[in-house]
């Protein structure tokens, strides 16, 4: 089985490492892809919500769960 990473939240800076922090507490990797970091560093600009996080292909269905329950969290 081919592993690869797959999107599975994006957000501010902010929502993306309180959800980080959610993945390592329960044993999950991931990736970051931050957009708005990248273009800053290159001098140009980007949306404010384009940090993007990626898991596993294999870790995607235990992450969903963690994801879920955060996005119902910061949106009450």
Aim: charged fraction near 25%.
């Amino acid at each position: 089985m081919e592993t690869k990473h797959i999107k599975i939240f994006s957000g501010s800076s902010i929502l993306v490492k309180g959800l980080e922090n959610l993945l390592e507490d329960n044993n999950i990797h991931y990736l970051i892809k931050d957009t708005v970091e990248s273009a800053r560093l290159a001098g140009f600009g980007t949306q404010i919500n384009s940090v993007e996080l990626y898991v596993l292909n294999t870790d995607v269905d235990k992450a969903n769960i963690f994801v879920e329950n955060y996005k119902t969290e910061i949106n009450s």
